[in-house]
């Protein structure tokens, strides 16, 4: 392996000028023109004579301008950023004296005037070898050359030749300068470092559901998004139809995210959270813990099933329809019967009521065609339409709107024990009721007026989807997954019925009341029990030290989950800092800022207010979690809560104790203080003026 000398300014030291590092700079000028020309093309197309009216003519302009922005050169993200060699032409037979060709690996594809590849997108087949190929199996790769780059700046190279048996294998500098490499703003592709195992699973087929386990720093979220990009280019006719979709925990971690897939040419992807895909209804209440719980517990589903359809009546009287001066009458037996078979075939309940008044008119068609008339599909759809059928549907078969429904079953004692029977006992009935009787508190007399939770949303969803099918997508990323109860389990998968899944998690890293205890019950309630679990134990960007120390948490939080192993070179800075008060986590703070990169301040939530004034006190800027940092703005103030999921280069933990203590038991606090204590990629001070957890002695 063998990497040229450069100076600080990226010019070679001692080299002619046709060295390989100038060709290399040369081609990248090169494709740099080159992808130019394919933006000019594109914006040159003239479509006023190619559409046949102005429906059309916006498609296509849409489309034609998503391609431009696809083919924008970013100049501080390098073009390419490998190069593999071929022994043999890729696809050819391996004969004897057979040419080998050459590919350049970017992020996207690029030709020339000619049509041929100048640089070949990291997605196709050809280029799967740079990340899978090794000395032991070289996959038909003679030689592997990966760049570095400042800024935008080609400014070294670095060269393996898989078939050398004199060349030993070893770790990749570049690779590794590119991991550590300080981040400032929101988060980036890793195109350039993706690892075997995290490329088996980028690469995993449309078709199936993919869980990914990831201890922090492993990845996962990036392979997600990563597999999101690759199926866009392998199934991109298909997924264009159906569409795609990527569920985050929050705001802040898809402000985080939200420019990895643009920054790869993916535009067309929606992102959102649960509550996003969950907002019949204006969410302007809290639940209590327990009845959070409950609310979210999947024997919820069956209770609303059961609620929905307590509305159906068998039929006692019969249907009268009058056409002309000849009446047709469906006798109740008849009725009946079709309304049993409807509901034995356990189809949406409205999809089953529009189907009645059509079953009830074919009956009396059948009538019609035994008296030797030749009635017709207009007929039928004429007696669908005849008041007495209409007036029969409703009475057996009434209307149900699902706000109004979950608002009954939240303030109806007898209702919701009606249809909770043996389900839910007395307690759990009483712990989701908005007003017991006797308890004096107002009852909710409309949708409108109720303060909905959360969970309260995601139960209306359910309902929601019994009476009408919720519409799927192709494939849905569910990202911190961990944190999901049962019920929101339930309406992620009504997004992907006939799609498919990334689903991606950390057990250890559960925070709520119903967190996750198993990926199989996950993948169950997501309606994907086949789906297949996949593990990164790999840490790529946690230090050692940081996750060594934050691992001592694991036998109390998620016992037998295997550590993360960090595979960093660089072990990292790791300071535990007794203080007396706010005024050292700030000087923390200060010495942090000396560094590259950016510094985030961890705390619990209850904490937040005394660190910012004392921040603002000591002149130190600071954001929000989610927003961009700047030159000079590069501290960003965390409440603990929002921290999960989110990096920064250096860390100061303030107070673990409380990040423990602020939450409603010691198993949630520690996982959450154990999300607090990953989130550091380069250095981690941990101050305490209060005794540390045991847990971590």
């Known amino acids: ?77 390098p073009l390419f950023f490998g190069r593999l060699t071929y022994l043999h032409a890729p696809g050819a037979e391996q004969a004897e004296g057979a040419g080998g060709e050459q590919f350049y690996i970017g992020r996207r594809h690029v030709h020339d005037g000619d049509g041929d590849p100048m640089v070949i997108d990291w997605r196709a087949p050809v280029s799967q070898p740079f990340y899978r190929a090794s000395k032991k199996d070289p996959l038909d790769v003679s030689l592997r050359r990966r760049f570095g780059y400042t800024g935008g700046d080609l400014t070294a190279y670095e060269d393996e030749h898989l078939m050398d048996p004199a060349e030993a294998a070893a770790t990749s500098k570049l690779l590794q300068q590119e991991i550590e490499r300080p ?44 597999r999101v990009a690759y199926l866009l280019y392998a199934h991109r006719e298909r997924l264009a139809r159906t ?16 420019q990895v897939l643009p920054a790869l040419g993916e535009l067309t992807v929606r992102q959102g959270t649960v509550d996003d895909l969950v907002a019949h209804v204006e969410v302007r209440g809290t639940d209590e813990a327990p009845a959070a719980v409950v609310k979210g517990d999947a024997r919820m589903a069956e209770v609303l099933r059961r609620a929905i359809y307590s509305h159906v009546t068998l039929p006692t009287e019969p249907v009268m329809v009058v056409r002309g001066s000849r009446r047709w009458r469906v ?59 209409k007036a029969a549907v409703k009475a057996v078969w009434p209307p149900v709107e699902p706000a109004k429904l979950v608002l009954r079953l939240l303030t109806d004692a007898d209702f919701l024990a009606a249809h909770a029977d043996g389900l839910l006992d007395e307690d759990e009935q009483k712990t989701i009721l908005w007003a017991l009787p006797g308890s004096g508190k107002r009852a909710v007399r409309s949708v409108n007026a109720a303060k909905w939770s959360a969970a309260d949303a995601v139960l209306i969803d359910e309902a929601t989807d019994l009476v009408q099918r919720t519409h799927s997508l192709g494939h849905v990323v569910l990202d911190e997954a961990q944190d999901l109860s049962p019920m929101q389990y339930r309406a992620v998968g009504r997004r992907c ?44 960007r946690v230090p050692t030290d940081v996750i060594t120390y934050a691992s001592r948490l694991l036998p109390h939080i998620a016992p037998g989950l295997t550590p993360v192993a960090s595979v960093r070179e660089n072990p990292g800075f790791f300071d535990l800092r007794p203080v007396t008060g706010t005024a050292e986590v700030v000087a923390a703070c200060e010495e942090l800022l000396r560094n590259e990169g950016s510094t985030g301040l961890i705390a619990a939530d209850a904490r937040i207010p005394g660190l910012a004034a004392a921040l603002t006190a000591a002149g130190i800027g600071y954001i929000d979690p989610g927003e961009e940092t700047t030159v000079d703005t590069r501290l960003t103030l965390v409440p603990a809560s929002l921290a999960k999921g989110l990096e920064y280069d250096y860390v100061v933990l303030d107070e673990p104790r409380a990040v423990v203590d602020g939450e409603p038991d010691e198993r949630t606090g520690l996982r959450r203080l154990y999300v607090s204590l990953t989130r550091a990629v380069s250095g981690l001070i941990v101050t305490h003026a209060a005794p540390l957890p045991p847990q971590l002695a």
């Open 1 to 77: 392996m063998s990497t040229p000398a450069a100076d600080p300014l990226g010019e070679p030291l001692g080299e002619p000028t046709d060295d390989p590092l100038s060709r290399e700079r040369s081609h990248l000028a090169s494709s740099r023109s080159a992808l130019r020309a394919m933006r000019e093309d594109v914006e040159s197309l003239d479509i006023k004579d190619v559409t046949a009216n102005w429906v059309n003519a916006e498609v296509l302009a849409r489309q034609i301008d998503e391609r431009i922005k696809a083919l924008a050169d970013l100049s501080d993200t």
């Open 183 to 226: 981040r400032v703003g929101p988060m980036r592709d890793i195109v350039a470092t993706i690892q075997p195992e995290q490329d088996e699973i980028v690469r995993s087929g449309l078709g199936g559901t993919v869980c990914v386990q990831g201890g922090p720093g492993t990845g996962k979220t990036a392979v997600g998004l990563h």
């Open 243 to 258: 569409g795609t979709l990527v569920i985050g925990p929050n705001r802040s971690f898809l402000h985080y995210i939200e």
């Open 331 to 389: 006798p109740a037996y008849e009725l009946e019967a079709i309304v049993r078979e409807l509901l034995d075939r356990d189809i949406r309940y409205g999809a089953a009521r529009e189907a009645l008044p059509q079953r009830i008119a074919h009956a009396v068609l059948v009538q019609m065609e035994r008296s030797g008339e030749a009635p017709d599909d207009r007929v039928q759809d004429a007696v669908a339409r005849n008041a007495a059928v």
């Open 497 to 540: 019925t006939t799609g498919s899944a990334t689903v991606l998690g950390d057990l250890a890293q559960g925070t709520t009341p119903w967190a996750t205890r198993s990926w199989d019950e996950a993948l169950a309630h997501l309606g994907k029990s086949d789906g297949v679990i996949e593990e990164l134990t790999a840490g790529f």
